[in-house]
């Protein structure tokens, strides 16, 4: 199976839903596209046409976010759209233009929220990965095999323990860590 990055991702999944392509050659390195892909061609059919166009609406702008500029109109002929009619429930837009039905993506502006410039959910739709769990830097310590670990999480996570292991019987140690850093791994 080929795996597809960027465009190339995106061109196959516009084939996957004009029904030009089966969607089981290939892969798609991106979450979005992937989720996508693997709901329209799973069998048996779990996801809902709902299911299907909120993911849809995902994959569409995960790729403007990457193109940096609006996704053109997409035709969706797939025929597990062909009877959805709430694309607007999603943040879709569909126009028909002859036999083909072409969907694009709506921005999202919340009312209570004062935007300017990118799209509120332009960071998440980027899938930019922002923490790197075990990268370098965080190499464990011999005694982290007694807790079966090899590595720290993070450096934050490291600074901790040895803060811990180093606080005077009786004393206080305030940790702050974000979620998902290893807070529990200190008090181990």
């Not at 807790?147 to 140690?173: E, K, M």
């Amino acid at each position: 199976m080929v795996e597809l990055d960027g465009h190339d991702a995106f061109k196959a999944l516009a084939r996957l839903l004009e029904c030009a392509d089966d969607g089981t050659a290939w892969r798609a390195k991106s979450p979005s596209v992937e989720r996508l892909r693997i709901a329209l061609t799973e069998l048996p059919q779990h996801a809902s046409a709902l299911d299907l166009a909120v993911l849809l609406r995902q994959a569409i702008n995960h790729e403007r976010t990457r193109r940096g500029t609006a996704v053109p109109v997409i035709p969706v002929s797939h025929a597990r759209f062909s009877d959805f009619r709430h694309w607007n429930k999603v943040g879709l837009r569909m126009t028909i233009a002859g036999e083909a039905r072409l969907v694009s993506i709506e921005p999202w502006h919340p009312e209570w929220l004062s935007v300017e410039g990118n799209e509120v959910d332009a960071f998440a739709a980027s899938e930019t990965i922002r923490r790197e769990f075990n990268a370098a830097g965080c190499e464990g310590d011999p005694f982290l095999a007694s807790v079966r670990r090899t590595s720290y999480r993070s450096r934050g996570q490291r600074a901790a323990v040895r803060a811990a292991l180093s606080t005077p019987a009786g004393g206080s140690l305030v940790v702050a860590l974000p979620t998902g850093e290893g807070k529990s791994m200190i008090f181990q």
